[in-house]
Every structure is written in structure tokens, then in C-alpha cells.
């Protein structure tokens, strides 16, 4: 099983839908756990940490199940400009809390 | 800009040569990473400095790659000997030494392409 895994997409959506991500990862020790926004060819952004008790920042609420191993980005409303490439990273915990694992990423695309 | 910077954006080489990368990080940032990633795939790790110390390498570092960090400011990431599989996108991460949380800004990345 890999690191952190991610929905594969692409996500095609309408302008204005909701749409979920989600990204498992094996390590139960595992720490901090966050989500980037890249666009083609650029570089990872971050976009948000992912706390225990969830955090929202305007159209985007990012949920953590340490029971099930899995964070979630939930984008409401989307634009146009929410198309891009959407990654989960994670870090270990322990001495290593510095280190990223990323998934692969999973693809959005939105449309007019 | 007071981003991480990385010189040169763009690097085309041919296989055999030596290259070699330039990232600044945000200037409160002690701790400092390189991440390679391919078309396709997520940054992988390869490396991280906490200020000048390079305190862990990823198995992905080969010994044709180092890296250091000398004044704990700017980093170069060196390849030497280049091959095929080396092109990617290289990007460098900073951040600061706070609490639990980690949270990683990157630069533009270096495109390398070993032809």
C-alpha cells in the first residue's frame, strides 16, 4: 500500500458544483496533513493545513479521520480558477515531522 | 519577492554533464528542502537542512547528487554525471522551526531536461 493515496480523476465539474477530494494514508503516526494547489506547470502552493477538528477558509472545508486514515478537501461552489492539480501531503510525525509525502494528485478540471 | 527563489527556472543538458541548482529560501526559514518530481507524480523528497546541517537524505539521492546549505542561508543542489531518468522538475521548500506544524513554501521549481 502506498504512502498516501489519492483519488485518481480527473474530476470534470460544472461551474458552481461541490466537489470532494479524498486521501488516505498508511502511517498512523502520521502528523500534520495538508493540501497544495498546483497549476501546470508550477509549483505545489500551499492551500491549506488540515487540523483535528477540521478548518474551512471560505469555499474550501478540509476534514482529518485519524480513525480511518484519510483527509479530505471539499470545495464548494467551484470557479473557473479552481482548476488545477490538487495534492495531499502528510508528514510522519516523530523526528521526521519536516518530511512531505505527497500523493500523486487528482486533477480538476471546471467548466463554464 | 520574498518567496523561495530558484535559479535557473529552466536547465537544458546533455547526459554526462554536471549541473547544478540555486535556491533561496524566505529569509527567516532555517530549515530548507529539495523535492524532485516527474510528470505525473507528486514531489518526492530528497533532501533537508536544518539551517547550514543537512540532517536527512533520501535514498533517492544517489552519490551523483549533494546538496548543501554553507552559510545556512542559500542551498545549491549539485548532479553530476547526468542521465535521462535525472529530468525533472526540481523544487526547493522552506520553512520555519514552530511548533508541531510544518507548513512548506515552495519555489518555482528548476525544470531539468537531460537530453
Known amino acids: 500500500r502506498k504512502e498516501v493515496e489519492q483519488d485518481p480523476g480527473p474530476f470534470n465539474v460544472p461551474e458552481g458544483a461541490t466537489v470532494a477530494f479524498n486521501c488516505t494514508y498508511s502511517n498512523s503516526a502520521s502528523q500534520s496533513f495538508f493540501w497544495y494547489r498546483q497549476d501546470c506547470r508550477k509549483e505545489p502552493k500551499l492551500l491549506m493545513s488540515?487540523?483535528?477538528s477540521g478548518n474551512e477558509d471560505g469555499r474550501f472545508t478540509a476534514q482529518l479521520n485519524r480513525a480511518s486514515q484519510y483527509i479530505s478537501l471539499l470545495i464548494r461552489d467551484s470557479k473557473l480558477s479552481d482548476s488545477a492539480t490538487y495534492l495531499c501531503?502528510?508528514?510522519?510525525?516523530?523526528?521526521?515531522?519536516?518530511?512531505?509525502?505527497f500523493g500523486k494528485g487528482t486533477l480538476l478540471t471546471v467548466n463554464p | 519577492d520574498t518567496g523561495v527563489s530558484q535559479d535557473p527556472r529552466h536547465k537544458i543538458t546533455k547526459r554526462g554533464q554536471n549541473v547544478t541548482f540555486r535556491c533561496d529560501p524566505i529569509s527567516e526559514h532555517n530549515r530548507l528542502y529539495w523535492y524532485r518530481q516527474t510528470l505525473g507524480q507528486g514531489p518526492e523528497f530528497l533532501t533537508y537542512?536544518?539551517?547550514?546541517?543537512?540532517?536527512?537524505k533520501s535514498r533517492l539521492l544517489s552519490d551523483r547528487f549533494s546538496a548543501e546549505r554553507p552559510k545556512g542561508s542559500f542551498s545549491t543542489l549539485e548532479i553530476q554525471r547526468t542521465e535521462q531518468g535525472d529530468s525533472a522538475m526540481y523544487l526547493c521548500a522552506s520553512s520555519p522551526t514552530r511548533g508541531l506544524n510544518t507548513e512548506a513554501f515552495f519555489g518555482q521549481g528548476t525544470r531539468l531536461t537531460v537530453v
Open positions: 537542512f536544518q539551517n547550514e546541517a543537512q540532517l536527512e
Open positions: 488540515v487540523y483535528s
Open positions: 501531503a502528510v508528514t510522519p510525525g516523530g523526528g521526521s515531522n519536516y518530511k512531505l509525502t
